[in-house]
């Protein structure tokens, strides 16, 4: 995470962990989500939402939950917003700052055993992660990377882009069986 604060920040501090009432539900204000929306490159973040808990393992922090949010994204072809929700699940290992710089300069590989859903790992400083930020994170790994509109194959048609079936390794044996 970057020095910098972050469009949708929500820290939580290791130390209030136990005083806090799990699961968290959390959501993104309108100017969070238009800022968020530009830093992605959205045509619009409609909403952000999540739902999560964390739990410590020694100095490890785990958070578990789901995100859901509404948003567009430019095709791909035409530039037209294309709609999408995305409603995703997330496992996140939080580790210190120092153990993670250790951990990436060992000269042993250090072998971290995950669960069958596998997990993102971020690292925190000063005792506090930004679940927010990672919430952020986890929605731009989830979107559509390719969005396309119901208009892009005619658009890349007249625009005499071909299609696979046209360009690939097989389209002149084709040509020749006509």
Do not use: H
Not at 45 to 74: C, H, K, N, W
Not at 138 to 159: F, G, H, K, V, W
Request: hydrophobic fraction near 40%.
């Amino acid at each position: 995470m970057s020095e910098e604060t972050p469009e949708f920040s929500y820290i939580i501090r290791r130390d209030t962990m136990g005083r806090t009432e799990w699961p968290v539900r959390i959501s993104a204000a309108p100017d969070e989500r238009a800022a968020l929306a530009k830093r992605f490159g959205f045509a619009a973040l409609d909403e952000l939402r999540a739902e999560f808990s964390v739990e410590a393992e020694g100095d490890v922090l785990m958070a578990t939950g789901q995100i859901y949010a509404r948003l567009a994204q430019p095709c791909i072809a035409t530039g037209e917003p294309v709609p999408e929700e995305v409603s995703e699940d997330f496992n996140i290992r939080f580790v210190p700052e120092e153990k993670a710089e250790q951990d990436a300069t060992a000269d042993t590989p250090v072998e971290i055993e995950l669960d069958a859903d596998e997990c993102d790992t971020l690292s925190y400083t000063d005792g506090r992660i930004d679940m927010g930020e990672a919430i952020a994170e986890t929605l731009a790994l989830a979107i559509n990377p390719y969005p396309r509109s119901p208009q892009a194959d005619n658009y890349l048609r007249e625009s005499g882009v071909l299609t696979e079936e046209q360009a690939g390794p097989f389209a002149a044996l084709a040509a020749l069986k006509s």
